[in-house]
């Protein structure tokens, strides 16, 4: 079975940063891409970033420039570390990924979220 889990998240000041990680497992052949969503309250899921196998990458508007998103293939995990922290960065943040499993089919899978809460 095929599992995400991000950890990481936590309680931060204006300013600060964090670095989030999302640990894939089970099960996995390979991974074409693995990227981040955030939702905040009463708002939509949004993207936040994307990479590729092939290393592309893409970041919303919002947070280009603070956010940069990383990998360990030997460890099939995905950071995320946010700099810069605004108020407005807080939501819980989740972890995708599509995979392709053992068996030959790829399914995008998700993480259960972890909280980022940005004070001022």
């Known amino acids: 079975q095929v599992q995400l889990v991000e950890s990481g998240g936590g309680l931060v000041q204006a300013g600060g940063s964090l670095r989030l990680s999302c640990a894939a497992s089970?099960?996995?052949?390979?991974?074409?891409?693995m990227g981040w969503y955030r939702q905040a309250p009463g708002k939509q899921r949004e993207l936040v970033t994307t990479l590729t196998s092939g290393g592309t990458t893409d970041y919303a508007d919002s947070v280009k420039g603070r956010f940069t998103i990383s990998r360990d293939s030997a460890k099939n995990t995905v950071y995320l570390q946010i700099n810069s922290l605004k108020l407005e960065d807080t939501a819980v943040y989740y972890c995708n990924a599509r995979i392709v499993t053992f068996s030959g089919r790829a399914s995008l899978f998700w993480g259960q979220g972890t909280q980022v809460t940005v004070s001022s």
């Open positions: 089970g099960g996995i052949f390979s991974i074409n891409f």
